[in-house]
C-alpha cells in the first residue's frame, strides 16, 4: 500500500457519490473506486446482520483492489459495521463522521434533530455520538425510508418528493431544534427542498464534507497523500442499473470522465 495507490469510497447506491465530491475537491489528484451497491438498495431497512454481510463483501472487493483507504459513505453501515470492520483490513477504514459537535455547536438549546435510513436511527449512532460530547444535548431523530428509493431512481425534485419531505419533517415543528443533520449521504441532493420545510433559523448539516476532511486527515497522518499534477482517474462500480448510475453520477459530480463497470458483490 503506497501514496499512489487508490482510494476506495462505498455505499448502498449513488447517495455516496456526495461524499465522493468533497474528496475529488480536496484531494484531485487521488485516484477514486467508488462502489455503490444498487441491487440492493436500500440498506435502512435490512437486518444488521446482512448489512454488515454486505458491508464485507465490499471492503473484501476493496482489499483486491489493493485501495489505502475505504470511505464508509453510508451512515448506516457506519452505524453497525465500522467498529467490527475498522482493524480488520490492511488499510485505512473512515466511517461517515456524525457531524453531532457541529450541530451543537450551533444549537443554542442544544437540540439538535436528524434525518436518516431507519437503520442509522435505530443504530443510535448520533445519540451515542451526542452523549460522548454534552450530556445535556438531545437528540430527536427521524427515519426517513422513503427518501433513498425515490432518489435512486433520479426523483430529486417535483410534487411526489415534496409531498414526503413535508410529512416527515413534520416531526420536528414542536421540538425546538437549532440544526437539522442531514444523516443519509443520499439527503444532501434534495437539500433545497428539506430546507423549505424547516424554520429558517434551523441550519441544515451536511456530513459529507466533514466526512472527507476526515478521510484527508487520516491519509496524511500515514504519509499516503499522493502528490502529482495531474488529476486522478474515477472508477465507478455499480451492483445494477448502471445507466442509471452514470447519469446521477454526472449530474452530482459535474464531470464526465470515470469509468463505469459493473459488479457482483456476491462473488467477495
Avoid: W
Avoid at 442509471?244 to 470515470?258: F, H
Amino acid at each position: 500500500m503506497g501514496n499512489d495507490a487508490p482510494i476506495g469510497v462505498f455505499d448502498s447506491g449513488i447517495g455516496g457519490l456526495t461524499v465522493v465530491k468533497e474528496i475529488r475537491q480536496m484531494l484531485p489528484a487521488e485516484d477514486i473506486i467508488y462502489v455503490g451497491d444498487t441491487a440492493r438498495v436500500p440498506y435502512g431497512s435490512r437486518d444488521p446482520e446482512e448489512i454488515i454481510v454486505f458491508m464485507n463483501q465490499i471492503l473484501r472487493f476493496f482489499a483486491q483492489q489493493k485501495v489505502k483507504m475505504a470511505v464508509i459513505a453510508c451512515n448506516t453501515m457506519t452505524g453497525y459495521g465500522y467498529e467490527q470492520a475498522k482493524d480488520a483490513y490492511p488499510y485505512l477504514l473512515v466511517p461517515m463522521d456524525t457531524v453531532v459537535g457541529e450541530a451543537i455547536a450551533v444549537s443554542r438549546d442544544k437540540s439538535i434533530g436528524v434525518i436518516a435510513t431507519e437503520g442509522a436511527v435505530q443504530s443510535h449512532m448520533h445519540e451515542k455520538a451526542a452523549q460522548k460530547i454534552d450530556a445535556k444535548a438531545v437528540v430527536h431523530a427521524k427515519a426517513c425510508p422513503g427518501f433513498v428509493p425515490m432518489i435512486e431512481n433520479g426523483q430529486i425534485d417535483g410534487e411526489q418528493m415534496e409531498i414526503a419531505v413535508k410529512e416527515y419533517l413534520e416531526y420536528f415543528a414542536d421540538k425546538g431544534i437549532g440544526a437539522l443533520i442531514l444523516g443519509c449521504t443520499h439527503y444532501p441532493l434534495i437539500a433545497p427542498i428539506i430546507r423549505r420545510y424547516v424554520d429558517k433559523d434551523v441550519q441544515l448539516i451536511n456530513p459529507a464534507a466533514a466526512t472527507a476532511k476526515d478521510a484527508v486527515k487520516a491519509l496524511a497522518a500515514a504519509g499516503l497523500l499522493k502528490e502529482s499534477p495531474a488529476k486522478g482517474k474515477m472508477q465507478m462500480c455499480f451492483s445494477a442499473d448502471l445507466g442509471k448510475a452514470r447519469k446521477m453520477a454526472e449530474l452530482i459530480l459535474k464531470e464526465n470522465t470515470a469509468v463505469f463497470k459493473g459488479i457482483d458483490l456476491a462473488e467477495y
